[in-house]
């Protein structure tokens, strides 16, 4: 499960994956490049691995039903920063 953003903090969206970096690079929400993320303004904020994918599908449910000051309280918690957390992710499984 995994939660995208855009620069000003107005839009988050919320997916799962059974691969994320294949997901975020096939993407339009993240270009492959990741340069031009800085340019669309959308970020990989947040990832949270699920044991399976009912597991997946319920967090998904439940985030999805949360407010924005909800999820923004969790990526702030996991993520201070706002940080686009793509390249992070592609070196921990380089």
Same mark, same amino acid.
């Given at each position: 499960? #995994?939660?995208?953003?855009? /620069?000003?903090?107005?839009? &988050?969206?919320?997916?799962? *994956?059974?691969?994320?970096?294949?997901? $975020?690079?096939?993407? /339009? =929400?993240?270009? =492959?490049?990741? =340069?031009?993320?800085?340019?669309?303004?959308?970020?990989? $904020?947040?990832? !949270?691995?699920? !044991?399976?994918?009912?597991?997946? %599908?319920? %967090?998904?449910? !439940? #985030? /999805? *039903?949360?407010?924005?000051?909800?999820? *923004?309280? &969790?990526?702030?918690?996991?993520?201070?920063?706002?940080?686009?957390?793509?390249? !992070?992710? &592609? #070196?921990?499984?380089?």
């Amino acid at each position: 499960m #995994y939660i995208t953003g855009n /620069e000003n903090r107005g839009k &988050l969206s919320i997916d799962i *994956s059974d691969n994320l970096v294949r997901s $975020l690079c096939s993407s /339009e =929400e993240i270009p =492959e490049d990741n =340069e031009r993320n800085i340019n669309y303004g959308s970020k990989l $904020l947040y990832f !949270e691995k699920a !044991e399976n994918i009912i597991a997946a %599908l319920k %967090l998904k449910k !439940e #985030y /999805e *039903s949360w407010n924005f000051v909800w999820k *923004s309280l &969790l990526i702030n918690k996991f993520n201070p920063g706002w940080k686009n957390l793509f390249t !992070e992710l &592609l #070196y921990k499984n380089g």
